[in-house]
């Protein structure tokens, strides 16, 4: 088996596979550009770690830097507490000391490729961790914090994978169509890609729900740059949304995008919009 020739794979990363082959392999990849970086790898799945070893054997070095502490390979049920709903925060907590823990110990930050799908195969749990996917992501723009995050498509359905890719700034094709993730930029509280239709109201209900942008602020920045296509009802979710949060929203768009037009047609009066 050989190694893909493609880039970076990015920096929080929702990867949904058919062939446990197929995790593995990109699992290699994205450690082994960690490694290259400077950075401590944690592999994480289900079985024994000694097994989960031979799962990076491609990997040129891995066995060493497992034994010099430069990797490490990790069965799900020590990473994460495996037999209750997750605890977002608490689950972030354990990642971010690990992350500087690994500063501490001279690496450039931390890098995992995690197995997670055992953790999500009921709807209280699916919530949980989807919740908790944000949390990360908004601690990754700011710490040397990256992750593969891998779901086994014959456990979870369409559908549920899409939940979790959407919480995602990069996943594997097809994973979702909508995505609402962290900005790095710290006048964004939030950013919305993709195409929302029919289809896809539900998700980015939920994704709002769980991400959660307004919080406690009355006022927000959307960076909806990369909204590819957004029809009426979208723009209500995103509307009725604010509306329960008590907000508004400033959503910088392109001058020609579907949502700028929307805006300008419905005039909602939470969504405020920002050309650029």
């Not at 799900?76 to 690994?102: R, V």
């Not at 979790?164 to 900005?183: D, K």
Request: aromatic letters at 6%; glycine letters at 6%.
């Amino acid at each position: 088996m050989q190694m893909p020739h493609s880039g970076s794979l990015g920096r929080h990363v929702c990867w949904a596979f058919d062939d446990p082959a197929d995790f593995r392999l990109r699992a290699a990849q994205y450690l082994s550009e960690g490694m290259a970086g400077g950075a401590r790898v944690i592999y994480i799945a289900k079985g024994d770690p000694e097994l989960l070893l031979d799962d990076l054997s491609i990997v040129q070095g891995f066995r060493p830097a497992v034994a010099s502490g430069a990797a490490q390979v990790m069965s799900i049920d020590s990473a994460y507490d495996a037999h209750a709903t997750i605890d977002p925060a608490q689950q972030l907590q354990f990642y971010a000391d690990a992350t500087e823990q690994a500063l501490a110990d001279g690496h450039t930050g931390l890098r995992v490729a995690a197995d997670t799908t055992s953790l999500v195969l009921t709807d209280a749990n699916l919530d949980a961790f989807a919740r908790y996917e944000h949390l990360a992501d908004r601690y990754m723009v700011s710490h040397p914090l990256t992750a593969l995050c891998a779901f086994d498509r014959d456990w979870l359905t369409a559908e549920q994978v899409a939940q979790l890719a959407c919480m995602h700034p990069q996943a594997s094709p097809e994973a979702t169509q909508v995505r609402l993730y962290a900005a790095a930029d710290a006048q964004i509280d939030v950013v919305l890609d993709g195409e929302i239709d029919m289809a896809s109201h539900r998700l980015l209900h939920a994704a709002l729900e769980r991400a959660d942008p307004a919080g406690q602020n009355s006022s927000i920045t959307i960076d909806a740059m990369g909204v590819e296509f957004i029809d009426h009802e979208g723009v209500y979710v995103l509307s009725e949304y604010l509306s329960r949060r008590a907000a508004t929203a400033t959503v910088r768009c392109r001058p020609e995008s579907s949502l700028a037009i929307l805006i300008q047609l419905l005039s909602p009066p939470r969504l405020h919009l920002e050309i650029r």
